[in-house]
């Protein structure tokens, strides 16, 4: 099955810096998402980017699929940022959907 | 509109008791899955429905059954617990399998088994 590695596993930033969280997948995948875990263990959707790159606000992700990895930046970080961050991948409609082992984020204030 | 609801929030368990944790969605959704997160790493895929009726394994279905009578709920049965069963158990919903940009998740179900 896919191999998915995510780096690096734990982050520690101070307010208002920047990051960049990588994805990277052994196979080729047409459907990749970024997940935000909450401290209080709650997951949300961040980004469904197989291809290309997207922004939201302070965060803005990108998938480069033929060099298989996708990277997540936040900019500005905020103490809300914290938590970890899990991309997850699927090879297409039918199969079955990997989860990275996360990268734990940090902010202090 | 509540999206994916689990319950309970948290149990304890003994070994070899029996439990059914709860999850319903109102978004109509075909999919709905669970997982397993243990500590410090990913989630596991339990198992899998993709309508009434039917569903499927995943990753880790070893001492846990599923069933899917109606579109909204798609409980997850223990049975016999063991210790290794220890994690924290996600609930989630969506149009389709692939379309990861669907998903929405349960707040989680903390099961310790001791």
């Known amino acids: 099955g896919i191999q998915v590695e995510q780096s690096p596993p734990d982050l520690i930033l101070q307010e208002g810096a920047n990051s960049t969280l990588r994805c990277n997948f052994s196979d080729s995948v047409n459907n990749l998402q970024w997940f935000h875990q909450n401290p209080w263990g709650q997951l949300i959707n961040l980004f469904y980017?197989?291809?290309g790159t997207k922004q939201n606000g302070r965060l803005s992700a990108t998938t480069v699929a033929t060099e298989r990895y996708s990277l997540l930046y936040i900019s500005s970080s905020q103490t809300t940022d914290s938590g970890v961050y899990f991309c997850a991948v699927a090879r297409n409609r039918d199969d079955k959907i990997i989860f990275g082992k996360g990268t734990r984020l940090h902010i202090l204030p | 509109n509540a999206g994916v609801t689990q319950t309970p929030k948290f149990r304890i368990l003994k070994i070899g008791q029996s439990m059914t944790l709860q999850c319903a969605q109102d978004m109509n959704h075909n999919y709905m899955y669970w997982y397993r997160q243990d500590p410090g790493m990913g989630l596991k895929l339990i198992y899998y429905?993709?309508?009434?009726?039917?569903?499927d394994k995943g990753e880790v279905p070893n001492g846990y059954n599923v069933s899917r009578s109606t579109t909204e709920d798609f409980p997850l049965r223990l049975e016999l617990a063991a210790p290794s069963q220890t994690s924290v158990y996600f609930c989630?919903?969506?149009?389709?399998?692939?379309?990861?940009?669907?998903?929405?998740f349960g707040s989680g179900t903390r099961l310790t088994v001791v």
């Open positions: 989630a919903s969506s149009r389709d399998r692939g379309s990861l940009g669907g998903y929405t």
């Open positions: 980017i197989p291809s």
């Open positions: 429905s993709v309508g009434a009726g039917i569903t």
